[in-house]
């Protein structure tokens, strides 16, 4: 009787009769245990882990400021929900909310100040949100900090994780079934009630996962000249979507920081989803007071990291039996810091706005990317691969070639993210309206001697410098003949798209009737691409 | 008197100068912070804070008075914190016997958190000393929080003041109010309120009236800073003003 997402087609008589089974049912049939701080009220508040880094975030202030926004759009939301607004939601809190995203506040905000009622309702959950709030601002903070190199950044991030999963109120790092999650009968309630409201939900969903990659491996001024591209994209888009099929998933936006820290990215997306249960179940009305709190508990229970301590993440074709309920840890093959998406085969998911890809091929050629036991730093089996930002969806390709390529057949500003021979250093190409690129390395050159797709990571290729291009030739006596190129040269080529590439032919799972309109009444959008 | 001005006004320039950028702290209430009410809210537990503050005293029929006062709080366990603190006083013509002529150990326990219909309980325990006035004594603090409206907060503070000279008990109690001011708009502000009751002195029937308004203002990340007036009514008439900055460490 637990319907996967739609429209609800449970009765209240349902509802009042067998709710205890349903929450049941929602762990998978398994009734989870309620661990002993669930049943404290305290505040329990703990403090964040002491280093030089905290408020790095206030470097980038916009960035910043939009972050500490995203607090008081969750408080107010939650506040109306539960103090009996539903019915303001769209009419007066959204307008009220997105007034307060146009002048974000200065400060870190403290939520339980704007939304009283519903910390006090929902202490739990509170802890829990606030706990995983913390690790998502001190990870920023972190690689925000221009006082240390690359390699004690990825040590704090570590020690960060380590710190955060220690505490009663973490969530799971294993991938979790998407799918299963929003599974529920009240599943996709509050995305079809309040389509406006949940933009802005998604929104900031967004923004706390597509920084990531912003961050990741570059320095500050990068990170800033970056946040100019993804900041406008955030206010001018991403807050006011309605066509999103799902919420937003740090794998698909930061693929780069999910490959390296698959345990935060997983964490991040198992609070997203929290986040929407909690949303849905508040949304719907056939559920009693008493009934939410316990659907609410429940769905907290779902994704903590003591429901699924002895649990380990698989990967999609090591699978025999799949697991059932809550304990399906499987992962697309080639992406461990995802959890198992509707429909998803393999490492085949779907994506709104760009179709069914495949995460082990490259974006643009659809070659594999190079098998490697063991991924380098930058989130790449090598130095190369590289990840193109475009139009709020991340693609991630096998060179800079397809990446250079794929950035001209994009419209709008793109930001290209690229390896370089220095695993601590990431070419970040940004470019304007007219496709002109501005580079955070000025004396970065490149290697373009375009051959087969499947050996590009030989022939395609970025550096620092051009000592770094010398040394490379060196090493590989058959491009002796090849010239360094400066980007203006290199941003200037185009090879068109390659033989290669294939291109998913599956109906969206989500919308398995093409002409059904999402909830805003419109279709999903597709690609668009052109030709510089 | 004016040198320890001097002296804290350029402690409050430093620290603000010197201060990065703190959460936004309405729930987090402290004593002379810059009413005489706290709320029921401990640090979190590994966190640390610095206070200082300034009080000037009108009293009718005395010199000014002056007084400082740091604090050093640290969140020790999970719902529970201690303070340590100094509170020296200065009057105009001459300086009071000692620098740290008042010190203090407090631990405030939240109890229980606040319910639905249910405030929120803490006690603070306070071991005070004061040198001037050859004064020890505990100070037992009951606190209760209860949300109202929309942002707004109602704060009870009964504090029993027990001599270990064995002079009696003496009560001070508040009635406080405090709410984010501009909510949910603007939230770096935090109005205080409160009416407050006090006995003379040990063992004394007489009860002093009073009155409070002041403002917590978030002026970076990690700092707020205080400003408040109080009023004592009935015999004895005082008039003070409050300044203090909390920097969170």
Redesign the interface.
């Known amino acids: 009787m637990l319907l996967a997402g739609g429209e609800p087609k449970v009765t209240s008589a349902f509802f009042s009769t067998l709710m205890p089974l349903a929450l049941a049912l929602a762990s998978g049939g398994q009734a989870q245990e309620k661990p002993d701080w669930m049943n404290r ?8 882990l002491r280093g030089p880094y905290n ?1 790095s975030i ?1 470097l980038i202030p916009e960035f910043a400021r939009d972050m500490y926004a995203t607090g ?1 759009g969750h ?2 939301a939650y506040e109306a929900l539960v103090r009996g607004r539903k019915d303001r939601l769209e009419s007066q809190v959204q307008p ?1 909310i997105a ?2 995203l146009r ?1 974000p ?6 939520e ?3 939304s ?2 519903f910390s ?2 929902f ?1 739990s959950l509170e802890k829990v949100f606030e706990w995983a709030h913390t690790l998502h601002f001190q990870t920023i903070d972190v690689l925000a900090y221009p006082g240390w190199d690359f390699q004690r950044k990825e040590e704090e991030i570590q020690r960060l994780w380590k710190f955060y999963s220690a505490q009663p109120f973490a969530l799971t790092g294993l991938p979790m079934n998407m799918d299963r999650l929003d599974g529920f009968s009240w599943s996709g309630l509050f995305r079809s009630k309040y389509p406006k409201t949940n933009a802005l939900f998604w929104g900031y969903h967004w923004l706390q996962t597509a920084n990531y990659d912003m961050l990741y491996g570059t320095a500050l001024a990068s990170q800033r000249e970056q946040y100019a591209v993804l900041g406008d994209r955030y206010r001018t888009e991403e807050l006011t979507r309605t066509d999103r099929d799902f919420m937003p998933m740090t794998a698909e936006i930061s693929p780069r920081f999910a490959r390296r820290f698959p345990q935060i990215a997983n964490a991040f997306d198992n609070l997203h989803m929290l986040h929407d249960n909690v949303n849905d179940i508040l949304a719907d009305d056939r559920l009693t007071e008493s009934q939410k709190d316990q659907a609410v508990d429940a769905a907290i229970i779902n994704v903590l990291a003591s429901t699924h301590r002895n649990c380990e993440p698989v990967a999609a074709d090591e699978v025999e039996t799949v697991a059932p309920g809550i304990h399906d840890h499987r992962h697309p093959n080639s992406m461990p810091g995802m959890g198992w998406m509707k429909g998803s085969d393999g490492d085949e998911m779907f994506m709104t706005g760009m179709g069914w890809m495949d995460m082990s091929e490259c974006a643009h050629c659809s070659v594999s990317f190079p098998d490697s036991p063991k991924l380098t730093a930058t989130g790449f089996a090598g130095p190369y691969g590289a990840t193109v930002s475009s139009n709020g969806w991340t693609m991630s390709v096998r060179c800079v070639l397809c990446a250079r390529d794929m950035a001209s057949e994009s419209i709008g500003r793109v930001i290209l993210r690229a390896a370089t021979e220095d695993p601590s250093r990431i070419l970040v190409l940004i470019s304007d309206e007219e496709g002109t690129f501005r580079s955070n390395l000025p004396e970065a050159v490149f290697l373009d001697e375009p051959a087969e797709h499947p050996e590009c990571e030989s022939w395609s290729r970025a550096f620092t410098n051009r000592a770094a291009f010398e040394r490379y030739l060196k090493a590989n006596p058959g491009f002796q003949s090849a010239q360094p190129l400066v980007l203006a040269d290199w941003a200037n080529r185009y090879n068109g798209k390659p033989e290669t590439y294939r291109k998913i032919s599956r109906p969206n799972p989500y919308r398995p009737n093409p002409d059904r309109l999402n909830p805003s009444g419109t279709k999903s959008p597709s690609l668009e691409v052109r030709s510089r | 008197m004016i040198k320890a001005f001097k002296l804290l006004t350029a402690a409050l320039g430093l620290a603000l100068c010197a201060t990065p950028a703190l959460a936004s702290d309405h729930g987090n209430l402290d004593d002379a912070r810059p009413l005489r009410f706290e709320d029921v809210a401990p640090l979190p537990y590994g966190s640390r804070e610095l206070q200082f503050g300034l009080r000037s005293s009108l009293i009718r029929g005395q010199r000014p008075l002056g007084e400082l006062r740091g604090e050093y709080k640290v969140g020790f366990a999970v719902n529970r914190h201690f303070e340590i603190g100094f509170d020296p006083s200065f009057q105009s013509g001459r300086r009071s016997e000692s620098a740290f002529d008042a010190a203090y150990f407090e631990q405030l326990r939240q109890s229980n958190p606040e319910g639905t219909f249910l405030a929120s309980f803490g006690l603070a325990y306070r071991l005070e000393y004061v040198r001037e006035q050859n004064e020890d004594y505990l100070r037992t603090r009951f606190i209760a929080d209860k949300q109202t409206g929309d942002y707004g907060r109602l704060h009870v503070n009964v504090d029993g003041l027990t001599s270990l000279q064995s002079r009696g008990t003496a009560w001070d109690i508040h009635f406080g109010y405090s709410e984010p001011l501009g909510a949910p708009r603007h939230l770096e502000s935090t109005l205080v309120a409160e009416f407050s009751g006090r006995t003379a002195g040990f063992g004394s029937s007489d009860w002093i009236p009073g009155a409070g308004l002041g403002i917590r203002k978030q002026v970076s990340s990690l700092g707020t800073v205080d400003f408040g007036v109080e009023l004592d009514f009935g015999s004895v008439r005082a008039f003070r003003l409050v300044l203090g900055y909390t920097l969170g460490l």
């Open positions: 009220r305290t505040e329990d508040r703990l403090s964040y408020r206030d008081v408080a107010l009220q007034a307060i002048n506040p200065r400060f870190l905000v403290d339980a100040a704007i009283p009622r006090t309702r202490s």
